[in-house]
């Protein structure tokens, strides 16, 4: 979970670019409270660099928060915006 301003900035767009780039898979999507929602899966490798993107966000973003969570292995086939 992503706290702070995240959306109206390109968040989850730029999180499928990035994403897509490290290979991983998983979703992201827009949360009523303002807030932005990923579920990811990859190696720590990918994880960690996913973490470290959505820490700072696309440049109009102002992250206040990264909450992480482990959660079940869900296999995703790709990484996609949901609505």
């Given amino acids: 979970m992503v706290s702070g301003k995240v959306q109206g900035v390109f968040f989850r767009a730029l999180a499928k670019e990035k994403a897509d780039e490290l290979g991983v898979a998983g979703f992201v999507r827009n949360q009523p409270d303002g807030s932005v929602y990923l579920e990811a899966e990859g190696d720590k490798e990918q994880l960690d660099r996913l973490k470290t ?16 969570n482990v959660g079940e292995l869900k296999n995703f086939s790709e990484f996609s915006i949901w609505r």
């Fill in 53 to 68: 993107w959505c820490h700072a966000g696309p440049g109009r973003a102002q992250v206040i928060s990264v909450e992480i």
